[in-house]
Structures are given as structure tokens and as C-alpha cells.
């Protein structure tokens, strides 16, 4: 079976990370994951240059900068690295596929979007959107927000969110029936994550296009991993 982390973080480009790419490569890598997707919190969100007064395409450069270094040290150890990225909106979070740093480059548009035009431009040019931990509460949230008509999917299983919380969202997506249902960690610290979700296929993924098109024909599964017992938390 060929593993899969879809939501993963790290620093210094998310600034609630802990861990570095190379870290983080590291640890999925010493798991036996095939690969991990990168989807660092993007302008709009925790990106720890965003509130920095640089112009739009200079912050990108600076936002992929963590997935380019960590091109080479996947290269090394064997593991895919697949680029992804989390835009936020007030702690409502999408989880966004198949777009690569040349489409983002060019448009510097979507800073000015409301979520409900941007998800759906982001959808017509072939990104596969999901929203992150739909249910996920907080002191910080005001309100949870959902968005049926803009998305693909749902995460039905975020390892860093409570059962409930989770089964929320596998309940919001089956009644909509979504077609796109993923699992993923939300790891923002490398091998100091408790517990692991992800997805997983019975031969290896090619490309992250590859990956969209079998999440949209329901052929990846999701798996758990729970280390709580490894880790000292
Ligand atoms: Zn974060
Ligand atoms: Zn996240």
C-alpha cells in the first residue's frame, strides 16, 4: 500500500510550524510514506511573511521557498513532495490541489476574492478544493462556516480534531454528498505528531493531478496512524 500525508506544515513558512521541510521529509519518509503533500498556510492565512509590506509575486516566491528547498532532500530520501496549499478565511480553511507557483504568480487577483468567487475560480481551473476540518471550533473562530457550493469535498478526518468534530464532518458530507471525502493530519510538527491520517492507493501516485483524479472517482482510502505511544507529548 502507498501512503499519503495531504496536510502537512511547516517552518518557517507556516508560522505555527515547528519543524523545517527537511525535518519533516525525514520523518514521513522513515514511516514508509510514498509522499507527503506540502500545504502551508498561504497569504490570506498564517504565512509568517503576511503582514510583511513586500509586493504579491515576492511573497509567493517566499511561500514556496520551503517546498523547493525540500525538493532535493525528497529526491534523497526517496519520498515524493507534492505542492498544495491552505488559504484561510477568519479560521474557515480550504485545502487546495493541482495548482502550481506559475498559476499562483499570475494571479495576484484572488487576494482581492471573497472565498464564495475564489473557490469556485480556483475549481474551474482544475484545482481540486477541500474544506479542512469543517467543523473545527475554537476560541479564535467566531462562527463555523461552511461553503456546499464551492468545494469538491470535505476532510472527514483531521487527526488533530476531536471524534466529534470529525464525525460532523463525515456526516456533512454524506448528506451532501460530496464526492471528494480525504483525511489528513494538519501535521505542523514533523515526527511530534501524536496521530497520523492520511490516504492511501495500491500503486504509487505519479503527480498530484493524479492524486485529484482518484480522489474524484472515490478510489484512495484513508488510514490512521496513532504513535501516541512513541511520542512524548
Ligand atoms: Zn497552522
Ligand atoms: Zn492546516
Same mark, same amino acid.
Given at each position: 500500500?502507498?501512503?499519503?500525508?495531504?496536510?502537512?506544515?511547516?517552518? %518557517?513558512?507556516?508560522?505555527?510550524?515547528?519543524?523545517?521541510?527537511?525535518?519533516?521529509? +525525514?520523518?514521513?519518509?522513515?514511516?514508509?510514506?510514498?509522499?507527503?503533500?506540502?500545504?502551508?498556510? *498561504? !497569504?490570506?492565512? /498564517?504565512?509568517?511573511?503576511?503582514?510583511?509590506?513586500?509586493?504579491?509575486? +515576492?511573497?509567493?516566491? !517566499?511561500?514556496?521557498?520551503?517546498? +523547493?528547498? $525540500?525538493?532535493?532532500?525528497?529526491?534523497?530520501?526517496? @519520498?515524493?513532495?507534492? *505542492?498544495?496549499?491552505?488559504?484561510?478565511?477568519?479560521?474557515?480553511?480550504?485545502?487546495?490541489?493541482? &495548482?502550481?507557483?506559475?498559476?499562483?504568480?499570475?494571479?495576484?487577483? #484572488? =487576494?482581492?476574492?471573497?472565498?464564495?468567487?475564489?473557490?469556485?475560480?480556483?475549481?474551474?481551473?482544475?484545482?481540486?478544493?477541500?474544506?479542512?476540518?469543517? *467543523?473545527?471550533?475554537?476560541?479564535? @473562530?467566531?462562527? #463555523?462556516?461552511?461553503? %456546499?457550493?464551492?468545494?469538491?469535498?470535505?476532510? #472527514?478526518? /483531521?487527526?488533530?480534531?476531536?471524534?466529534?468534530? /470529525?464525525?460532523?464532518?463525515?456526516?456533512?458530507?454524506?448528506?451532501?454528498?460530496?464526492?471528494? &471525502?480525504?483525511? $489528513?493530519?494538519?501535521?505542523?510538527?514533523?515526527?511530534?505528531?501524536?496521530?497520523?491520517?492520511? =490516504?492511501?492507493?495500491?500503486? %504509487?501516485?505519479?503527480?498530484?493531478?493524479?492524486?485529484?483524479?482518484?480522489?474524484?472517482?472515490?478510489? =484512495?482510502? #484513508?488510514?490512521?496512524?496513532?504513535?501516541?505511544?512513541?511520542? /512524548?507529548?
Amino acid at each position: 500500500m502507498y501512503r499519503y500525508e495531504t496536510h502537512l506544515h511547516t517552518s %518557517p513558512v507556516s508560522k505555527c510550524a515547528k519543524k523545517t521541510i527537511g525535518e519533516s521529509l +525525514e520523518f514521513y519518509a522513515s514511516l514508509g510514506y510514498d509522499g507527503v503533500f506540502l500545504t502551508n498556510h *498561504f !497569504l490570506d492565512g /498564517n504565512f509568517y511573511l503576511r503582514d510583511a509590506d513586500l509586493p504579491y509575486a +515576492e511573497k509567493i516566491e !517566499l511561500y514556496c521557498k520551503d517546498y +523547493e528547498d $525540500g525538493l532535493p532532500i525528497a529526491k534523497k530520501l526517496g @519520498i515524493k513532495l507534492f *505542492f498544495g496549499v491552505e488559504l484561510t478565511y477568519g479560521g474557515t480553511d480550504f485545502l487546495i490541489y493541482g &495548482l502550481d507557483k506559475e498559476w499562483y504568480l499570475a494571479h495576484p487577483e #484572488i =487576494m482581492e476574492m471573497k472565498k464564495s468567487e475564489e473557490l469556485p475560480f480556483l475549481r474551474e481551473q482544475g484545482a481540486l478544493v477541500i474544506q479542512a476540518h469543517p *467543523f473545527r471550533d475554537s476560541s479564535y @473562530i467566531d462562527h #463555523i462556516r461552511l461553503f %456546499p457550493r464551492c468545494v469538491d469535498g470535505v476532510e #472527514i478526518l /483531521n487527526s488533530g480534531r476531536p471524534a466529534f468534530e /470529525n464525525e460532523m464532518a463525515e456526516l456533512y458530507a454524506k448528506k451532501y454528498g460530496f464526492p471528494c &471525502l480525504t483525511a $489528513g493530519s494538519d501535521n505542523h510538527r514533523a515526527g511530534d505528531c501524536p496521530l497520523l491520517a492520511g =490516504m492511501e492507493c495500491e500503486t %504509487p501516485l505519479h503527480s498530484v493531478a493524479d492524486y485529484i483524479a482518484r480522489v474524484r472517482a472515490g478510489s =484512495m482510502r #484513508i488510514f490512521t496512524i496513532d504513535r501516541s505511544k512513541d511520542v /512524548n507529548q
